[in-house]
């Protein structure tokens, strides 16, 4: 018998993609449990899992499900109210451009202030060993893991691109959204206005995890109140209002597609993609005139394919009037995404 109540997420605190996925599950309002993948659960977990990746998603029929963004796809064709996305296609396809932003470009920026400096260092390894063992587990159990998951996620800014040369791009990357969105948010509880959108989904979680961080939520805190606003409002987003029209949000929108997406995540995106087509395990690739040496990831050329024609199916169902090829040509962003 199917129990509606019997949705589980697997995910971590710590995780942005897992607190993306159970923030979806509160705006749709789906009974869930939310597990937190921990030592007790994991074997459990490994056998619905095909990626030791959180979020996994089982469902009432015991579908297990992984990779946030066609988790919720797959629930939006079950849960269609409240709906996700605006009816009009120019800020329908922005807030899925934004989304993907959040996920494969705002990721590093959390990364990065998360395991590059010792403080930040700490504070995340010693509550990923809380999620792990519980907060019950004794001190010395604790203290010997948090040194273990520090020894193992240091090493991995190698895999998001962050190092010596490329912090100060990062960072000022961290700077230049969190700026151009303090003004927007400031107008209005979440990007499209009075409800939340994929975009939401996408770029808060991540900016979340960065306040529970001490030297990135110290910046926020003491920059960007809206923001972190906006980031608690997303754990439990709910209807406040309607979307604003795309006239209304153009003017605080706009700057982040040509100072972030056309400037640094869309460039970087396909210097990866083409180093992979080509069978490169490294690129370079320069970023508001400073190079950006990544090894290169299948990920994310994969999801660049996807958006790619995500924005085809947009252009084409757009009629001749659509603004939205001029919206991207005039932010810079249409040659990164049109073959
Ligand atoms: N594209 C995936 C990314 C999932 C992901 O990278 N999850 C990380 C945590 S945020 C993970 O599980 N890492 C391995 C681990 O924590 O054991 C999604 O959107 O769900």
Not at 50 to 68: C, I
Request: hydrophobic residues 40%; contains cysteine.
């Amino acid at each position: 018998m199917t129990n509606e109540t019997a949705w589980r997420i697997y995910g971590s605190e710590l995780s942005p993609y897992s607190l993306k996925v159970r923030a979806y599950f509160h705006y749709k309002q789906i009974p869930h449990e939310w597990i937190i993948r921990s030592q007790d659960r994991m074997e459990e977990f490994q056998s619905y899992a095909r990626l030791p990746l959180v979020p996994l998603v089982v469902s009432p029929t015991e579908e297990a499900m992984q990779d946030s963004t066609p988790i919720i796809e797959k629930l939006e064709q079950r849960f269609v109210e409240p709906a996700l996305q605006p009816t009009d296609p120019v800020s329908a396809f922005v807030s899925l451009l934004l989304e993907e932003y959040g996920d494969e470009w705002v990721n590093k920026p959390m990364f990065h202030y998360r395991w590059s400096r010792e403080a930040d260092q700490e504070s995340a390894a010693g509550r990923l060993a809380v999620d792990m063992l519980g907060p019950g587990a004794n001190e010395e159990a604790l203290s010997g893991l948090a040194a273990v998951i520090k020894e193992r996620m240091v090493p991995r800014l190698s895999f998001v691109g962050s190092n010596e040369g490329t912090a100060p791009i990062i960072e000022e990357s961290f700077a230049t959204l969190t700026s151009l969105l303090e003004t927007h948010l400031a107008e209005r509880p979440y990007l499209f206005g009075g409800r939340p959108c994929m975009a939401d989904f996408g770029i808060a979680p991540q900016l979340y995890q960065c306040l529970t961080d001490p030297t990135a939520g110290g910046l926020l805190r003491d920059n960007s109140p809206a923001v972190t606003a906006w980031c608690e409002r997303m754990l439990t987003p709910k209807v406040g209002g309607k979307f604003e029209t795309w006239d209304a949000l153009a003017a605080t929108l706009e700057p982040l597609l040509a100072k972030e997406l056309a400037a640094v995540f869309l460039p970087w995106s396909t210097a990866n993609a083409v180093a992979l087509a080509r069978g490169d395990e490294k690129f370079e690739v320069e970023l508001n005139g400073r190079p950006f040496v990544q090894q290169t990831q299948k990920y994310h050329a994969r999801s660049l394919a996807v958006l790619k024609q995500k924005y085809a199916d947009a252009a084409e169902q757009a009629d001749d009037e659509s603004m939205l090829t001029p919206l991207l040509k005039r932010s810079g962003c249409l040659d990164w995404l049109a073959d």
